[in-house]
C-alpha cells in the first residue's frame, strides 16, 4: 500500500511510542511481580529490602567492619505511631551512618501500614515476625485460679499492670523466648528498641562492635530498685537454682549488684531493659536457658509479676563477671519516666539534646552506684 511520505515521522514517532510504552509496562509487571514474591513469606515473617530496586553505584572501596546484630522491636499494630518516633530518633542519632538491620516481633500479623510506614523511615532492612502461640500466651499448666488471686492482691496494693495477663506474657517471653524467635537466630548481638523512647546523643561508634570486640555480654544505660511486692519470691527461687546448678556460677560474678550481704537478700537493683544491647548466645547458652526454665516452672510471671528487667538483671550478675556488663554512659536516653543524660565532655560530643540535671543517675533510686561497687569485689 502506498503511504505518502509526509505520513512517515507520524509513523515513525507511533512506533517508538508504543514500544515505551510495552517497555514501561514490562518493567512494571516486573516489578509487581518481585513485590509479589518479597510478599508471599512464610506466615511468620516479610521482609522488606529498601536498596534491591535502587541500589547504590558501586565503589572500589572496603567495607566498614560490622557486628552480626539487629535492632529488635516487639510492637502491636497501634503502637505505629510511637514506633515511627522511636525509629526516627534512632536513625538519625545513629543508624543512617552504621546501616544495621530491624527485626519487628509482635503476638499478631502486623497490618500492611505498619509494615509500609516503618520500612518507609529506616534506612535499611526490616523483617517482620508473628511470635509463636506457645511463647507469648500463659502456659495451660498455670494454676488459673492461684493467678487471678494474684492479680487482685497487686491490685489492691495499686501495683502498675496488676490485673494484666498480656503485660505477664511480655515480661515471660522476653526473659524467656524472644532470642529463640525463627528471625533472630541468625544474629549474635541485639539493641532492644520500644514505641515513644528518646535517643538525646549522636554515637559516633558502634556499640554492636564495643560488645564484640570487649567481650561484653550485656550493656544498659539506666539501672533502678524493682517494685519488690512485683517479686516476692524472686530472690528464693533464685538461690534454689544456685544450689541445684552450682556448676552455673562463676566466680568473681556480679553478684554484688544484687545484694549486698552475699546473696541473703535481694536489693532489688536491675537494669531497666526497654533499653539494653546484649549477646543473644548468652541467653541461649546453657547456663541462662537452666536459669529461665527453674523460674518459668515455678510460675512466677503469673502467680506473682516477675519482669524481664529483673530476671535479665539477676541472669546476668550472677552468670557474668563485671567488665562483662558495660554502662552505656554515651547513649542519652530516655523513656518516660526516666532519663538518662549524659554530664560533661560526652554531653558536648554528643551534641546532646537533653539537660545533664534531668539524670536519674542523680537520684537515690538509681542503682548506678551498685553497678560500680561490683567491679570493687
Not at 519488690?228 to 552450682?246: A, C, D, R
Request: proline share 6%; hydrophobic share 35%; net charge negative.
Amino acid at each position: 500500500m502506498y503511504v505518502p511520505t509526509r505520513y512517515f515521522p507520524v509513523v515513525l514517532l507511533s512506533l517508538i511510542g508504543f514500544y515505551y510504552l510495552l517497555s514501561i509496562s514490562r518493567e512494571e509487571r516486573e516489578y509487581l511481580h518481585i513485590l509479589r514474591d518479597r510478599l508471599s513469606c512464610p506466615d511468620s515473617h516479610v521482609i522488606i529490602d529498601l536498596d534491591s530496586h535502587n541500589p547504590a553505584p558501586v565503589k572500589n572501596v572496603t567495607q566498614p567492619r560490622k557486628a552480626n546484630a539487629a535492632f529488635v522491636i516487639l510492637a502491636r499494630n497501634q503502637d505505629l505511631n510511637g514506633v515511627l518516633d522511636s525509629l526516627q530518633q534512632n536513625e538519625d542519632r545513629f543508624n543512617k551512618k552504621f546501616g544495621y538491620p530491624y527485626v519487628f516481633l509482635n503476638d499478631a500479623p502486623f497490618e500492611p501500614d505498619f509494615i509500609k510506614y516503618t520500612s518507609e523511615i529506616i534506612s535499611t532492612t526490616a523483617e517482620y515476625g508473628v511470635i509463636p502461640h506457645d511463647h507469648w500466651h500463659q502456659p495451660e499448666w498455670i494454676d488459673e485460679e492461684r493467678a487471678t488471686a494474684a492479680r487482685q492482691k497487686l491490685e489492691a496494693q495499686d501495683v502498675m499492670y496488676a490485673d494484666s495477663v498480656p503485660y505477664r506474657n511480655m515480661c515471660r517471653f522476653n526473659s524467656g523466648f524472644f532470642f529463640r524467635h525463627e528471625l533472630l537466630k541468625k544474629y549474635d548481638y541485639y539493641w532492644r528498641i520500644e514505641p515513644d523512647i528518646k535517643f538525646f546523643c549522636d554515637l559516633d561508634f558502634d556499640p554492636f562492635l564495643f560488645m564484640q570486640d570487649n567481650k561484653k555480654v550485656y550493656g544498659f544505660t539506666i539501672a533502678l530498685h524493682e517494685y519488690l511486692e512485683t517479686i516476692e519470691t524472686l530472690w528464693n527461687t533464685t538461690k534454689e537454682f544456685i544450689q541445684k546448678y552450682p556448676q552455673h556460677i562463676p566466680k568473681g560474678n556480679a553478684l554484688r549488684f544484687l545484694s549486698e550481704d552475699g546473696g541473703a537478700t535481694y536489693n532489688g537493683c536491675h537494669f531497666w531493659s526497654n533499653f539494653e544491647i546484649a549477646d543473644l548466645n548468652f541467653w541461649r547458652g546453657p547456663a541462662y536457658t537452666d536459669y529461665f526454665n527453674y523460674l518459668d516452672k515455678a510460675g512466677g510471671f503469673y502467680y506473682e509479676r516477675w519482669g524481664d528487667a529483673p530476671v535479665h538483671s539477676i541472669g546476668a550478675a550472677l552468670l557474668a563477671r563485671p567488665d562483662q556488663i558495660h554502662f552505656f554512659n554515651e547513649i542519652g536516653y530516655r523513656h518516660p519516666p526516666w532519663t538518662h543524660c549524659p554530664p560533661g565532655d560526652t554531653h558536648k560530643k554528643g551534641k546532646c539534646s537533653c539537660d545533664p540535671k534531668d539524670n536519674f543517675d542523680q537520684i537515690d533510686w538509681s542503682c548506678l552506684r551498685d553497678y560500680e561497687a561490683s567491679f570493687a569485689t
